[in-house]
């Protein structure tokens, strides 16, 4: 995996949380912004945005007057820096980036989860019809994650170790070589050798699993026993302080964007469209909603948290999953 520069690796280690700035601070009748990038996996906030539900909860908890406005960054890194730099209140991580920023903000900016959004579909597959297992791949294989720290790669870390026992940890490193989502999707539906197994999420794995010549080796689902959190959104303790009554009416918006995309998957899929436009039937686009877990519960987050203390990408797993959340999320049931 030689994909991930320094100067990368130090911004997905939070590495600009140890210099110093003064986040800013939301106050009522401000403007509150959410960034985000494309996916999937964003379709609460974006369903929350076209509703109109951030404005109206936000007011519904006190916070009259404030504004929530969506931005779309390119990359966790991006989301990360406007965050601690203050250019944004709220970012969307996943639940391993989650955890990393928690651990090197604990002493500063107090980074935690405000509210997760959805427990994605991850599934690894292979064009090589002796691969049935991850035991199976031979160790010239080339497998396809976006990065070492996504949670793709994690669940892979995971899988050896279930199958092969925990000398197996790094069993898929020199194996994971980093591709963005759609040219690793495009080589499995091509038949490229470049890779011989991609480990995807939706809407890629819609498209892959539509091709007779594919097949899944395993799934997130497998792996973990569950379901577990893969989208959510975090933001700073100054932020929480400073806006209590808005944070509240966030995190309301959500549960209220997720009502709506049970109920409507639909007509979720049309407002997902607007917002990304992607060429999906909306047939196939409301199955994949429909496939898709919405909640604003957390799950899975200690699983992730302590596989990564194992492999060292953080220090010390939290010793609870509401260490890494703020209320009222935690408060309420997760693991």
């Excluded at 590495?15 to 403007?31: F, K, L, Q």
């Excluded at 509703?51 to 007011?59: E, H, I, Q, R, Y």
Aim: proline share 6%; glycine share 8%.
């Amino acid at each position: 995996m030689a994909t991930v520069s320094r100067r990368q690796a130090l911004k997905l280690g939070v590495a600009a949380a140890i210099v110093p700035c003064v986040a800013r601070r939301a106050s009522a009748g401000a403007n509150i912004t959410i960034a985000m990038q494309n996916g999937i996996g964003y379709l609460p906030i974006i369903v929350a945005d076209a509703l109109g539900l951030f404005d109206k909860n936000v007011a519904a908890q006190g916070a009259v007057g404030t504004k929530v406005a969506i931005k779309k960054l390119s990359g966790a890194p991006a989301i990360n820096d406007s965050l601690l730099s203050g250019s944004i209140e709220i970012g969307a991580y996943g639940a391993p980036g989650l955890l990393v920023a928690w651990e090197k903000t604990r002493k500063s900016y107090n980074v935690r989860g405000l509210t997760p959004l959805s427990m994605g579909r991850y599934s690894l597959y292979t064009s090589d019809p002796a691969i049935k297992t991850v035991t199976d791949f031979p160790a010239t294989s080339r497998i396809a994650v976006t990065a070492l720290s996504s949670p793709q790669a994690i669940l892979l870390r995971m899988a050896g170790v279930k199958t092969l026992g925990e000398s197996a940890l790094k069993h898929f490193d020199t194996m994971m070589v980093g591709l963005p989502h759609p040219d690793a999707t495009a080589m499995m539906l091509s038949g490229s050798t470049t890779i011989n197994g991609y480990f995807g999420n939706d809407p890629f794995i819609t498209v892959l699993e539509k091709n007779p010549k594919l097949h899944v080796v395993t799934t997130s689902d497998e792996i973990l026993g569950h379901p577990a959190t893969s989208g959510l959104l975090a933001t700073t303790g100054k932020f929480v302080d400073a806006q209590p009554q808005a944070a509240r009416g966030i995190v309301e918006a959500v549960r209220e964007a997720e009502d709506f995309i049970r109920a409507n998957p639909a007509k979720a899929g049309e407002i997902y469209l607007k917002s990304e436009p992607f060429d999906i039937s909306g047939e196939t686009l409301t199955a994949m909603i429909r496939d898709n877990k919405w909640s604003t519960e957390p799950h899975g987050i200690m699983a992730y948290a302590n596989f990564m203390a194992k492999l060292g990408m953080i220090k010390t797993a939290p010793a609870k999953w509401q260490d890494v959340f703020f209320a009222p999320v935690s408060e309420g049931s997760g693991d």
